[in-house]
């Protein structure tokens, strides 16, 4: 859904209210798009907000991997609720250390590769075409 209101260049952010809004250049078939996914697209503007308010930081750790940064006296259950809203509960949430390289959650975001369906097919024929060439493993016993 994203990918088609990405790929028609039209926006959609929450008002003052709370409200979703939606460029008014959107098509009839967008429009109802956006209506079919109001609840979840609240939700998503909502957890992305909440992670640039709160200064929640992406660094990088010292063995290579990201992890989530935040301040202390941040409320936790909040941001915990986010990162499942946008699918990143899988990342290590940590205490932010100045010291750390970092960046905001919105830079992050604006780094992260779009993937099309066409990326998804092409990544799934190399995985397979891999796995196909690997060698089958003996069994130990």
Same mark, same amino acid.
């Given at each position: 859904?994203?990918?088609?209101?990405?790929?028609?260049?039209?926006?959609? %952010?929450?008002? +003052? &209210?709370? =409200?979703?809004?939606?460029? =008014?250049?959107?098509?009839?078939?967008? #429009?109802?798009? !956006?209506?079919?996914?109001? &609840?979840?697209?609240?939700?998503?503007?909502? +957890? !992305?907000?909440?992670?640039?308010?709160?200064?929640? *930081? !992406?660094?990088?750790? @010292?063995?290579?991997?990201?992890?989530? +940064? $935040?301040?202390?006296?941040?409320?936790?259950?909040?941001?915990?609720?986010?990162?499942?809203?946008?699918? =990143?509960?899988?990342? @290590?949430?940590?205490?932010?250390?100045?010291?750390? /390289?970092?960046?905001?959650?919105?830079?992050?975001?604006?780094? &992260? #590769?779009? %993937?099309?369906?066409?990326? /998804?097919?092409? $990544?799934?024929? &190399?995985?397979? +075409?891999?796995?196909? #060439?690997? #060698? @089958? *493993?003996?069994?130990?016993?």
């Amino acid at each position: 859904m994203l990918d088609r209101l990405n790929a028609a260049e039209i926006s959609i %952010w929450l008002d +003052a &209210q709370d =409200k979703l809004r939606i460029d =008014k250049g959107a098509s009839p078939e967008l #429009k109802d798009l !956006v209506r079919e996914h109001r &609840q979840a697209l609240i939700e998503l503007k909502t +957890a !992305v907000m909440l992670m640039n308010t709160a200064g929640i *930081r !992406v660094i990088r750790l @010292p063995l290579g991997h990201l992890a989530l +940064a $935040y301040r202390l006296g941040t409320d936790l259950d909040e941001i915990r609720w986010a990162m499942r809203v946008l699918r =990143k509960e899988s990342m @290590p949430l940590v205490i932010h250390d100045e010291g750390l /390289r970092s960046m905001t959650w919105a830079e992050w975001m604006l780094r &992260q #590769k779009l %993937w099309t369906r066409e990326d /998804r097919d092409e $990544y799934l024929r &190399q995985r397979d +075409a891999e796995r196909a #060439k690997a #060698k @089958p *493993r003996r069994n130990a016993a």
